[in-house]
T-cell receptor
Framework: DGGITQSPKYLFRKEGQNVTLSCEQN?????MYWYRQDPGQGLRLIYY???????QKGDIAEGYSVSREKKESFPLTVTSAQKNPTAFYLC?????????????????FGDGTRLSIL | GESVGLHLPTLSVQEGDNSIINCAYS??????FIWYKQESGKGPQFIID?????DKRQGQRVTVLLNKTVKHLSLQIAATQPGDSAVYFC????????????FGPGTRLSVLP
């Protein structure tokens, strides 16, 4: 079955520590996204990527970093500079058809990683 | 979708009744809209989408209505079932202008037996 796999499901971060959230997809999708979800709020865009070795900042990129070394993988690092990292993190993807770029198709989401501070 | 703060609206319906979930968006330039369903501890699932050149679109047991004049979107679920219990939220974008999706906080739907 094709899909998006996020791991781990739960993650705990100590003060001053960087942690990396994994996102892997076998859907052959070009575009991948990272969102942050806080209780009672809408999803907020952290980073997104269209092709390998290229990515753009979203609305709340500060304190986060990403890489896109392979089409199927888009890991997110939550750095120690992110002072309020406790949230539910969602990875998403979709194909890019007709050269139309981003935000024009439904996104397929993984089941998220819940990050908490120890 | 608009942010309405930390309190998530709740809708309770009797099993078998129809549900109507509403969403307001703020950007009059938005021209693509999506409804998602999110169950507890899971990622959102796509339900239905609509583009601004349409007012209504139907799927299986679901209908989305778009009123661009008042910037309002609604999701109608026919014959609501227990498996429909979840948080539903809308998202809007303007892909041609590179406007990314703006997600609403959602409405929690509870289906009563």
């Amino acid at each position: 079955d094709g899909g998006i796999t996020q791991s781990p499901k739960y993650l705990f971060r100590k003060e001053g520590q960087n942690v990396t959230l994994s996102c892997e997809q076998n859907l052959n999708h070009d575009a991948m996204y990272w969102y942050r979800q806080d209780p009672g709020q809408g999803l907020r865009l952290i980073y997104y990527s269209q092709i390998v070795n290229d990515f753009q900042k979203g609305d709340i990129a500060e304190g986060y970093s990403v890489s896109r070394e392979k089409k199927e993988s888009f890991p997110l690092t939550v750095t120690s500079a992110q002072k309020n990292p406790t949230a539910f993190y969602l990875c998403a993807s979709h194909p890019i058809t007709g050269g139309k770029g981003f935000f024009n198709q439904p996104q397929h989401f993984g089941d998220g990683t819940r990050l908490s501070i120890l | 979708g608009e942010s309405v703060g930390l309190h998530l609206p709740t809708l309770s319906v009797q099993e078998g009744d129809n549900s109507i979930i509403n969403c307001a968006y703020s950007n009059s330039a938005s021209d693509y809209f999506i409804w998602y369903k999110q169950e507890s501890g899971k990622g959102p699932q796509f339900i239905i989408d609509i583009r601004s050149n349409m007012d209504k679109r139907q799927g299986q047991r679901v209908t989305v209505l778009l009123n661009k004049t008042v910037k309002h979107l609604s999701l109608q679920i026919a014959a609501t079932q227990p498996g429909d219990s979840a948080v539903y939220f809308c998202a809007d974008s303007n892909p041609r202008k590179g406007q990314n999706f703006v997600f609403g906080p959602g409405t929690r739907l509870s289906v009563l037996p």
